[in-house]
């Protein structure tokens, strides 16, 4: 099965004796015990895509890249990647080892990558994966009015997009895809990421994976073809509504590189 599977994981937390997050860790030194760490676990001996998990403001970005540059030539690891990356350091990343992708949050609703990044993506020739593609679950249409996100193990509790005052304003969002979804015989799940693979022929959503009745709603989001005029009246829904709160907590928000 190995030769048939594509396996990314990442690197760049520090994490303490009982898992938890305490900070960020790029040093080369650690990015090599990592990688073998993680090639143990996965009882592989190559790691098809490495990410940088985020960037880490302490190790300049050049290190980073050398460290998985020597990887790559070591045979460990295939291609390298960051995740929420800002475009100087892409730049700076790739120029010391080809950058194979950037894996930033993307979605009808979140559209800070349009512009900057995707532009240097496609200058650059590195693919992009959009993270967080179905609004971490609103876009689907699963979540009802008077749903409430109160369990602290739950990330969405500490997003302000996801308070119920904010929820309640946003619902016009779930009721436009519901409707534009019925014309088309799709659901809002695979409408939402229907749209994400129109943008750029380099684009490669990542939904969640945990149910399979989600996959099976969510693959044929690759064969639903969305013509100009159905991308024109979504252009226009969204630009119609006025999105409330931010789409992550302001912690989450501070470990993104801009």
């Not at 009808?108 to 994966?129: A, H, K, M, N, Y």
């Not at 659901?187 to 129109?198: H, K, Q, V």
């Not at 399979?212 to 226009?236: F, G, K, M, R, Y």
Request: with cysteine; net charge negative; proline share 6%.
């Amino acid at each position: 099965m190995r030769d048939r599977v594509v396996i990314a994981t990442k690197f760049g937390f520090q994490i303490d004796a009982v898992n938890n997050l305490v900070g960020l860790d790029s040093r080369p030194e650690h990015i090599r015990a990592v990688v073998e760490a993680s090639l143990k676990r996965l009882r592989t001996d190559r790691i098809d895509l490495l990410y940088q998990h985020r960037v880490d403001p302490g190790v300049p970005m050049e290190d980073v890249a050398a460290a998985v540059r020597d990887l790559i030539a070591a045979g460990k690891v295939k291609h390298f990647g960051l995740s929420e990356a800002g475009v100087d350091n892409i730049r700076r990343a790739n120029a010391v080892q080809p950058v194979t992708a950037i894996q930033n949050h993307y979605s009808l609703w979140q559209r800070q990558p349009e512009g900057s990044t995707l532009d240097l993506c496609e200058e650059l020739g590195i693919g992009f994966v959009a993270w967080g593609p179905l609004g971490q679950g609103f876009l689907t249409g699963a979540i009802r009015r008077g749903d409430r996100f109160d369990d602290p193990s739950d990330l969405r509790s500490t997003f302000p997009r996801f308070t119920p005052e904010a929820l309640e304003a946003n619902f016009a969002v779930v009721d436009f895809l519901k409707e534009f979804g019925w014309r088309k015989g799709a659901s809002p799940a695979r409408i939402a990421l229907a749209w994400l693979l129109s943008r750029k022929p380099f684009i490669v959503p990542i939904p969640g994976g945990t149910q399979l009745a989600h996959l099976d709603d969510n693959l044929p989001a690759s064969e639903l073809v969305l013509t100009p005029a159905d991308l024109d009246d979504i252009d226009q829904a969204f630009a119609s509504i006025d999105i409330q709160g931010a789409p992550l907590s302001a912690a989450l928000d501070a470990q993104i590189d801009r």
